[in-house]
């Protein structure tokens, strides 16, 4: 079974720029978290998709945070214009649309940005 | 007040050690819990499930203590290869959500 793949694993930036990040959940995963995790912290959600719906975002910055997942399988997040303090690893996990201890969470191995 | 709590450490122990780490969440209708263990520069990955009854996997062991709103890892005879991030995740009754701590930094040393 393929895991989370997300892409670029580094993105470098000057500030002011825009960056985009991408992510394939696991197949049949139907809820889809992208979180931010920054040096000596866990990483802390950004938002939560189940299908196409955003039904947790009150953690994204979206006067400059941006995402989607357009047919309720692959996902973008955005950000534009990127600031200095942006600069974390970005985390892309899924899981069965039911959770429970056999439908724990799987992360793919993260974007890590650095703006400059 | 954050959901999980965790004690960031360091903890530097000697090979062969016993180990625990505790971590405290604050929503009383949690129901699942897990450990994670994310190496330097690497993903978070599950390392297991916390089961109200407590489990054990190999060295490892995961109990809940719901009175007192904590879980528990334990490790036995550690191993340099242990040496990671251990995180506690909580998930509570309103949705799919899993909230992490900090993390606890283990290095197991020679």
């Known amino acids: 079974e393929a895991g989370v793949v997300q892409s670029p694993r580094y993105k470098i930036i000057e500030k002011k720029q825009p960056v985009a990040f991408w992510c394939n959940p696991i197949?049949?995963?139907?809820?889809l978290y992208w979180y931010r995790q920054n040096l000596g912290q866990g990483p802390e959600l950004l938002i939560r998709y189940e299908n196409e719906e955003a039904v947790d975002d009150s953690q994204l910055p979206k006067d400059r945070f941006s995402a989607e997942r357009l047919k309720g399988v692959d996902s973008t997040l955005k950000i534009q214009p990127a600031e200095l303090g942006d600069s974390a690893v970005y985390l892309c996990a899924s899981s069965l649309a039911a959770v429970s201890y056999n439908s724990p969470l799987h992360f793919g191995n993260g974007t890590r940005l650095t703006v400059t | 007040r954050k959901e999980v709590e965790q004690d960031p450490g360091p903890f530097n122990v000697p090979e062969g050690a016993t180990v625990a780490f505790n971590c405290t969440y604050s929503n009383s209708a949690s129901q699942s819990f897990f450990w994670y263990r994310q190496d330097c520069r690497k993903e978070p990955k599950l390392l297991m499930s916390?089961?109200?009854s407590g489990n054990e996997d190999g060295r490892f062991t995961a109990q809940l203590n719901r009175a007192s709103q904590y879980i528990s890892l334990l490790i036995r005879d550690s191993k340099l290869s242990d040496s990671a991030t251990y995180l506690c995740v909580s998930n509570p009754d309103t949705g799919n959500q899993f909230y992490f701590g900090t993390g606890t930094s283990l290095t197991v040393i020679p």
């Open positions: 197949s049949g995963h139907n809820t």
């Open positions: 916390v089961y109200s």
